[in-house]
């Protein structure tokens, strides 16, 4: 049995903030995964790289439109798959070295980590050679979290992909079908059908991304009805066949009686936290419904003492923003028991990286009305202003939702090119409590830039 003053379960976020402030500790890390967590090796970071090309090859198709005829003469998959990976790789494994090689106060422990008692851990080394325990004064559970496969997948047997494995294939899929109609699907639908394979949606709702504002989700929805093979409110019910792009094929039958017939099948329903799998019980942790770690404002367990948690695995966000402005909670606190801090979860934006680009922060249309406030809302189309003629777009938008008297911003949400980059002014805007009208008047706004579309729709309000 080991003894440490913290242990931390996960290399994700929950790395982040062992800094020189910990030099003077004894600390344990567990990973059973690979080093560096879900946004470094199968998620945000890689993800984005392979939609940066996806774009570069949606620019190319539409380059005449512009009066610049061009052509793809070929996608190397391959070449993109490795460019990415020979980025991600790298430093997930300079990450490792640092930790086991350069860190002498840490000690890192390669397995599945599960409580057996109070800030009590049995911890299953990966490589088979038995299993360590360890204790704590401290934990931090940062364990993440994984895929969701359904129950009707799962029982199959029919091999598919996920958001942690489909970006490793060896080629494109003539015909992917995605089983998913959130942010993960969403992306990976442009992501491949940019890069070649036709693709079919498969949703359960009547619309795709119905998370986001109801406007956006309508529109977005129109958009990809026309680029893929969109199944809408259709839930599966059986499966079969051994596709996965390795010259076999899947077969999905939906509760309609159609079919959908794929080379590959990728399966994007979402992210469940790992605690489950964690004998959280055993050490008095408590659980939202759901699955999430339950903690206070500080990041504490509410149940368990000297126990903290951030990320996925405990956040309602699973956003590595998120996560990041929780780890530095947790650092902070950890070190400071007399001076807590409280973890800030107001105006948490986010972004859906797919065509046309989506961002998002503060309350929808419907949220707002909802919660009984007066509120005035302008939509404002790219194709209103200059640089939107530039750019020829014709689906582009920006809704900004306020409340009357006061013109306070409420929420605000853009669909369009650059929408992650357009978003952030009004993100800074919310934060400091600037005003729809002081924000649209009491500053220049470049002509004929693209943030015109947000001063528009700013202007637009009816205050």
């Not at 109609?181 to 693709?199: D, K």
């Not at 669909?415 to 500053?443: E, H, K, N, W």
Request: aromatic content about 6%; overall charge negative; glycine content about 10%.
């Amino acid at each position: 049995m080991s003894h440490h003053d913290l242990v931390v379960i996960g290399t994700g976020s929950g790395n982040t903030f062992l800094d020189e402030r910990f030099a003077g500790l004894d600390v344990a890390l567990v990973e059973h995964g690979v080093f560096g967590g879900t946004c470094l090796n199968v998620g945000c970071i890689p993800t984005k790289m392979y939609v940066y090309a996806a774009d570069v090859a949606e620019t190319v198709r539409h380059a005449h439109t512009y009066g610049v005829d061009a052509s793809i003469d070929k996608i190397r998959w391959t070449d993109i798959r490795d460019r990415v990976f020979g980025r991600i790789d790298p430093i997930s494994a300079g990450g490792r070295e640092y930790r086991v090689e350069r860190s002498p106060n840490v000690t890192v422990y390669f397995g599945h980590a599960r409580f057996t008692g109070e800030r009590e851990l049995a911890v299953d080394r990966t490589d088979g050679s038995g299993t360590e325990v360890v204790t704590a004064d401290r934990v931090v559970i940062a364990a993440g979290s994984r895929p969701s496969i359904p129950p009707v997948v799962a029982a199959s047997g029919v091999p598919f992909e996920t958001s942690d494995t489909v970006m490793r294939i060896d080629a494109v899929p003539r015909r992917l079908a995605i089983l998913g109609s959130g942010f993960i699907g969403s992306e990976f639908a442009h992501v491949f059908s940019a890069l070649g394979a036709e693709v079919t949606v498969i949703a359960r709702g009547p619309r795709l991304l119905r998370h986001l504002d109801d406007t956006i989700s309508e529109r977005f929805t129109e958009i990809a009805a026309a680029r893929w093979d969109v199944r809408l409110g259709r839930q599966v019910t059986a499966l079969s066949g051994d596709g996965t792009g390795g010259g076999g094929e899947v077969t999905i039958t939906l509760d309609d009686g159609s079919q959908v017939v794929a080379d590959t099948l990728l399966v994007a329903t979402g992210r469940i936290p790992n605690g489950d799998r964690m004998d959280l019980d055993r050490a008095g942790i408590t659980v939202h419904a759901d699955g999430r770690v339950a903690v206070d404002e500080f990041q504490r367990s509410v149940s368990a003492e000297n126990v903290w948690a951030l990320g996925d695995v405990s956040s309602p966000h699973q956003l590595k923003h998120v996560a990041n402005h929780e780890a530095k909670i947790v650092g902070h606190n950890l070190g400071n028991p007399a001076e807590l801090r409280a973890t800030n979860h107001d105006l948490v934006p986010s972004a859906v990286f797919t065509e046309p680009q989506i961002a998002a922060v503060g309350l929808t249309e419907s949220e707002a009305r909802e919660q009984g406030l007066d509120v005035t809302v302008k939509v404002q189309n790219y194709g209103d202003v200059a640089y939107g003629w530039a750019m020829e777009d014709r689906t582009g938008l920006c809704k900004i939702v306020a409340e009357k008297g006061t013109g306070r911003l409420l929420g605000a949400h853009i669909l369009g090119p650059q929408a992650s980059t357009l978003i952030q002014q009004l993100i800074q805007a919310m934060v400091f409590g600037q005003d729809a009208r002081a924000l649209a008047t009491q500053q220049y706004w470049i002509h004929p830039a693209l943030p015109e579309v947000v001063e528009n729709a700013l202007l637009g309000l009816e205050i």
